[in-house]
Each structure stands twice: as C-alpha cells, then as structure tokens.
C-alpha cells in the first residue's frame, strides 16, 4: 500500500510540480546548446517570433492608413486631355426643314485643368483622420497584446523546463539513495538478516523511478522544441535555461498592479480605444448636416470652337477660379435615426470599458493574493522537508537494526520525495505567479 501511494505521488509530481533549473546531459549530446535566461528569450521572441512579426506588420499597415486619411485634406487636381476626328454638322429648322450642312474642322482637342481645395467638411475629414490614428493605436494594442500572450507561453515553457530539470535531480538522487539501500539490503539478505521479498520490492521501486526519469527527459524534448519554435531558434537546438533566483523579485506597495491594469491593461485599453472610435464615428454623421465649403480654379483649352456657325477652326481657352458652397438638404430629416444610433453606440461602448474595467481588476487583485499566498505555501513546503527528512533518517536507521518493516521504509521514502518536490514546486510558484501578475497588468 505504501509503495503503490509512493508512486502515485512521483507520477502526480511529475505532471504539476514545479522546479529549479538543470540540464540533462544526455539531450545535449552532439547538439547546440545555448543557456539563455527568460529575459534573453523574451528579446529573441521579439525579433524573431512569426506571430510578432505578423502584428508588427498589422502595426505598419495601420500607420499607412493614418497618412491616407490625413491626404484627404490635399488638393485634389484633375487633368484631362483628348484628341478627336470630327464629322460634319447639319443644321435644320425647328420644323425639321431647310437642311444645311455645317462643316467642321477633322481634328478636335481639348485639354482641362481643375483643382479643388477643401476648407471645410464639418469635421468629417479630421475626425477620419482621428479614427485612423486609433485604429493605428489598436493595431498597436493588439501588437502589445500578442507579444505579452507569446512571453507568457514562453514563462510557461521556462518552468516547465526548470520544473522538470529539478525533477531530474530529486528524481537521480532517489535513484542513488535507493541503489545504496538495494546495495545493503542483499548484503543483509546473504547474512540472513532480511528477505528476498524486500530485495525484489526495492528493486521494482528502482524500475519504477528509472522509467519515470525517461519520461522526464521525453517532457524536456518536446518543451525544448516548442521554445526552439517560440524564440525562431534552429531546430534541435537544445536551450539551458537560467534559473531566477526568487529573493530577487521585487516587492511592489499596495496598489501597484492595480495603477498598472488601468494604464496598461489590454482589455482596459481596447475598450478605451473603443468608446473614442464610437464618438468619432458619431461626429462623421454629424459632419453630414454641416456645409462642404471648397476653393475651385480651372484652365480648359478646347478645339475647333463649335459654338459659332461657321465653325472657328482654333483654340478657344477660358480658366476661372472661386469657392464652392455644398449643402445636402435630405441628411437634415435622413440622419437622425442614424445619429441616435451612434449615440447609443458611444453609451454602449463606455458601458463596455466599465465592465472590462472591473473585470481585470478583480483578476490582479485575485493574482496579487495569489502571488503573497505562493510565499506562505512555500514556508509551509520547507518545514515539510525538514520533517520528512527527519522521518526518513530515523525510519531508515530503524529498518537497519530490524526494528522497522520495507513497508516503512517505503512510505518514509515516498513521503521525502513528496516533501522535496514540492518545495520546488512552490519555489516555481511563486515565480509563475509573479510574471501572472505582469501579464494581468499588461507590463509582462
């Protein structure tokens, strides 16, 4: 029964447990490797992960936008030109009698220069412009976002990596200490001091944790080769990842995280940027019920002159200049409805940030005390060891004088294995919580 809860325990440890950073030499072998720390791993995300670098195009794409939006306000300029073969005329009475043919010259031209300017559209070319400008902002959020959602993935990576490297060295150190005690028990076998029975019951135990340290090893290979994927690292290169000392963190005051979220929170932002993009969208609509007012000057040279009959074989040039007053009467009854409707949006919008508001912060201040709690775990994880420790030593020097069963021994040695892990796990807790906290707060 011990034995059977020993190993149960090992298996739960291995799949959640949390741990300090090693390297198994096996993996490395005939590789690449390069020792890396999570600060040097977000860098190389940021210059060569493949969904960054779409975002960071989305970002570029957007300043484009802001550049063709602020166009609107340049002159617009038309030219045309054209040549042209011309039949004759025929000139007739209102009757339809008398008919007169009217010659005219074979070749025509014209050539026409028009340049408009605006001055004034009611606030609907500087509110586009506006909206371009947030629309850049958002495509920058969402670059901001993505990045952060990449870092954290590789946090998660990151510890698992250590995780499952101090695994390896619980998990060999069981394996010697479990060699010695297999050692010492055949010795006392052939004295005549113990029994064959425990002999094979600790030789399976050490099967049992060999295999688990090959499914330890496979874990780092296939974490090893997400973070190559991550980072833009060749394939098969094998990463040592170096460890963060957790006395290191800083501690921030109370209300920290908080003043983070609400200036740099995602969902905060967006919803922000949001509530602007409605209110500039109203004001477009609202542009529509002001005048346009634009300056105008043209240059139009045309042949023959076909006006006059006989027709003038020449060039006739006229040019004039002013300004343009345009007004559409119909938006005056059109766009109400259309400007309740945007009123609404610009409510609904707020009524949106508010709630994604109270949402993330209630989410940093459950990550905060989650994060002070990891600490309290921790100290509760360090005297487990002790005691477990203790426990062991004493079981053990028991079982050697006959006055403890394999039994013991085995539940003493499950219980120390429980105990180390996790007190690394908690170690790793902590620091998973920690950079939780910045991915919450928008500042990872």
């Known amino acids: 029964m011990g034995k059977t809860r020993f190993l149960i325990t090992l298996c739960s440890a291995m799949l959640c447990g949390y741990g300090v950073c090693a390297q198994d030499a096996a993996s ?24 960054i670098k779409a975002y960071g195009t989305a970002v570029m794409e957007a300043r484009e936008g802001i550049k063709a939006a602020r166009s609107a306000w340049l002159p617009d ?85 250590c995780k499952t490297g101090n695994q390896l060295q619980v998990l060999e150190s069981h394996i010697a200490q479990t060699g ?10 052939a004295q005549g001091a113990a029994l064959q029975n425990d002999v094979t ?51 921030q005051e109370s209300g920290y995280w908080r003043s983070c979220a609400l200036n740099s929170a995602y969902g905060i932002q967006m919803a922000r940027a949001a509530t602007q993009m409605s209110g500039h969208k109203l004001k477009i609509t609202k542009s529509g019920r002001l005048p346009k007012v634009a300056l105008y000057a043209t240059n139009s040279l045309n042949g023959p002159v076909t006006f006059e009959i006989p027709v003038l074989d020449k060039n006739f040039n006229y040019w004039g200049f002013g300004i343009g007053l345009k007004y559409n009467l119909g938006n005056l009854y059109k766009s109400g409805n259309k400007i309740r409707q945007d ?86 807790n902590i620091l998973y919580n920690y950079y939780k906290l910045h991915y919450i707060s928008g500042i990872l």
């Open 77 to 161: 300029i038309d030219i045309s030109l054209s040549a042209s073969y011309n039949g004759d005329g025929t000139v007739w009475d209102r009757d339809f009698k008398n008919i007169m043919s009217a010659e005219i010259p074979d070749f025509g031209n014209s050539f026409a220069v028009e340049v408009a300017q605006v001055l004034y559209t009611g606030g609907a070319i500087k509110s586009g412009v506006e909206m371009s400008t947030l629309a850049e902002k958002m495509a920058q959020l969402d670059y901001r976002h993505n990045r952060e959602e990449v870092r954290f993935l590789i946090v998660g990576n990151y510890i698992e990596l």
């Open 28 to 51: 490395v072998q005939g590789s690449k490797v390069v020792k890396l720390d999570i600060q040097q791993m977000f860098s190389l995300a940021d210059e060569h992960n493949s969904s």
């Open 201 to 251: 019951r600790m030789e399976l135990l050490l099967q049992n944790l060999e295999y688990n340290k090959v499914k330890l090893i496979n874990a780092r290979r296939i974490i090893n080769a997400q973070l190559n994927t991550a980072l833009g690292l060749e394939e098969g290169t094998v990463i040592e990842v170096s460890p963060v000392d957790i006395s290191s963190l800083q501690e």
């Open 180 to 189: 010695q005690v297999l050692e010492q028990m055949k010795v006392r076998v």
């Open 343 to 428: 009123k609404l949006a610009v409510t609904r919008a707020a009524q949106q940030e508010q709630v994604a508001m109270e949402g993330i912060l209630l989410g940093v201040e459950a990550a905060e005390i989650s994060y002070r709690e990891a600490y309290q775990l921790l100290q509760t994880r360090l005297k487990s060891v002790e005691l477990a420790t203790t426990n062991y030593d004493l079981v053990s020097y028991r079982y050697q004088n006959g006055l403890a069963l394999i039994t013991d021994l085995l539940d003493a040695s499950s219980q120390k294995l429980d105990a180390q892990l996790q007190e690394v796990n908690a170690r790793m």
